[in-house]
């Protein structure tokens, strides 16, 4: 079941590992800024959810969407680096627009709720990101927690590994 949501996942990883802990130093204020003030709400989890099952669909058999999204990829340096993009990316920001979200919430969805998800179950985490993410977005997550395991985008880890 995993192998259907792969080439999305190739993406989202991208976009948390420019959220994780080790890279922590390499995020521009200005990033941390954005992810700290940014507004979570079921609405657009589920959005972003329902669009990524579409790219990563769309992703097996369009190789014009691919190329795109390769060359998106590259040189990233920044989250608003990574928005602008997609912003950039045609084919790709169509997925994210089709369900009411910007550029933006293509990269602040996964990385700030990756960074709830892991400040709501470690306090530690949760104050070595105060700088970017929020008490009310870890309660957020908090509060949903049991609703968001359906976003399997956001539980990658909890899922059987099947090939």
Known sequence: MIRHFRPALAV??????LAAPARAAD????DNAAM????LSMVKV??????????????????????ETEAMARDV?????????IAAAPHVLAFFTKHGL???DAVFIPVVMGTAKMAAGN???AQ????????????????HEAELHSQRWLFVDAQPQTR
């Open 123 to 125: 306090p530690d985490i």
């Open 36 to 39: 700290l003030a940014y507004p």
């Open 46 to 67: 589920k959005a972003y959810g329902a669009a990524l099952v579409e790219y990563g669909s769309a992703l097996k058999t369009d190789a014009a969407l691919k190329a």
């Open 77 to 85: 340096t920044s989250l608003s680096g990574m928005a602008a993009k």
């Open 27 to 30: 995020i521009e204020a200005v």
């Open 12 to 17: 989202l990883s991208l976009l948390l590992a």
């Open 128 to 143: 070595a990101f105060a700088a970017r993410i929020s008490p009310a977005q870890i309660a957020f997550f908090r509060q």
């Open 102 to 104: 910007t550029a933006e």
